[in-house]
């Protein structure tokens, strides 16, 4: 059900561009001439819908202005312009393999450092490390890709594209580690040989799984609120109470699309990935997107400032449907494996009694079916 209406929000979300193609430009006639909604009822929704078509001509000028200035470059201004923007790339990417590499480490440390004193603190260790990566990669990404002066639909795309490649690979490594030390992927134990999973030092290898999913989930809502409370809000407090050129400079905090739809995915994607591990988790999801929601609209509209650079929201929407799509495979992926090829815990769960969780499934079905004549 998920995937059929990501599929559909997705063929809603194509940009018109991908049909008429690349070099298809509307004429500025019909937009000044039909642009308006005359079903437009009351002065609010007039008035979105005047900034509606206020950005769309801004958007459309600056493309027009920047495709001109393309034109007149020349082939060393163009190589130069190319291999800046491979250097901030290869920067951006070396940034993220670090991230990834703290994350499996992180981990790895955590849960083989069980018995000692700080395990009450180690053991939130890798949320918190996934969650301070998620925070402050998408901050550093955004900020690199703004010096390379993009066009506001290339920066914003550019940052999504990073910031997915982080929050999934920080996702996928997250799993990766775990199932290195729970299901001793890759790892040669006697336990894991006698078990198919770590018996000894997970008798209930899917609690632990959901217990980290439980607190990766819960630090990342704690984080948010963290930041929009503690940072968003002060700095504006402050910003507002003094004046000079520092505080000029600072200003009130930016807004960044990319990062706060993307954090709203994130979540949803570990959503996912503890359906069979905890099945309150969507429940507790439920709960966090609709606070979510509230505290974004909170700083939107108290703490933070307009973006300077103006992008169509709809050519984004397809990218934000499709890292949906990503994300629910990621999730899907490891949990088809997990539940047609891993043992079931021996000593606890549903599954105890079957060699894998998906033997229940035929056995179910044997049951209900009549006998063969």
Known sequence: LCFCGILQRMVKGLPQRLFLGQDYKSPVSVKVFSSWDFCTRGQEAATIKKHEISNEFKVELEERRRFLLVQQETRAQKACHLLTHLRVNVLIGLLVVGAISAIFWATKYSQDNKEESLFVV??????????????????????????????????????????????????????????????CLGRNKTSCASYGYNACDYQCWENAVGEELYKLSIFNFLLMVAFAFFVS???????????????????REEFLVPKNVLDIVAGQTITWMGLFYCPLLPLLNSVFIFLTF????????????????????????????LVLLLGLLLAVVPLGYVVSSIHSSWDCGLFANYSAPWQVVPQLVALRLPPPP
């Open 122 to 183: 180690l053991q939130y260790l890798p949320p918190g490390v996934i969650a301070l990566v998620n925070f402050l990669g998408p901050l550093l990404f955004v900020s690199l890709i703004q010096l390379e002066n993009y066009p506001p639909n290339t920066e914003v795309n550019l940052a999504l594209v990073w910031c997915v490649v982080l929050k999934l690979a920080s996702l996928g490594m997250f799993s990766f580690s775990l199932g290195q030390t729970v299901l």
């Open 233 to 251: 809000l002060p700095r504006r407090m402050l910003v507002e109470r003094f004046s000079g050129r520092f505080w000029t400079w600072l200003d």
């Open 294 to 321: 509230y505290i974004k609209k909170y700083t939107l509209m108290r703490n933070s400032r307009a973006s300077p650079r103006r992008f169509r929201a709809s050519s984004s929407t397809f990218f934000f449907q």
